[in-house]
Nanobody
Framework: QVQLVESGGGLVQAGGSLRLSCAAS????????MGWFRQAPGKEREFVAA????????YYADSVAGRFTISRDNAKNTVYLQMNSLKPGDTAVYYC?????????????????WGQGTQVTVSS
């Protein structure tokens, strides 16, 4: 049974930082590309960042490029999202997802497994 469990969300002031983690189990983590998505109230889920299995390639949404960094530790079956210079517009539920195809993508339908999400709230 595949599980992706996000953690690290919370309430932070604008300009602050948070580090999200996503622990994976039940899959060959080192074979999967991983992504982060987010969904704000009343909005569709949107792509945030993705990373290949080897960490060779990363891909970011324009809205977070230069502020967020995705990374992974295959020995720990964990993917991270370091979020700096947070803005109120970053407030959302953040989801991690796994993609067996191995390549980075911003498309929801490429991802095979999803976590339950962690709430990030940025106050102004």
């Amino acid at each position: 049974q595949v599980q992706l469990v996000e953690s690290g969300g919370g309430l932070v002031q604008a300009g602050g930082s948070l580090r999200l983690s996503c622990a994976a189990s039940g899959l060959t983590f080192s074979s999967y590309a991983m992504g982060w998505f987010r969904q704000a109230p009343g909005k569709e889920r949107e792509f945030v960042a993705a990373i290949t299995w080897s960490s060779e390639h990363t891909y970011y949404a324009d809205s977070v490029a230069g502020r967020f960094t995705i990374s992974r530790d295959n020995a720990k079956n964990t993917v991270y999202l370091q979020m700096n210079s947070l803005k109120p517009g970053d407030t959302a539920v953040y989801y991690c997802a796994g993609n067996a195809r191995g390549y980075v993508s911003g498309r929801n339908d490429v991802y095979d497994y999803w976590g339950q999400g962690t709430q990030v709230t940025v106050s102004s």
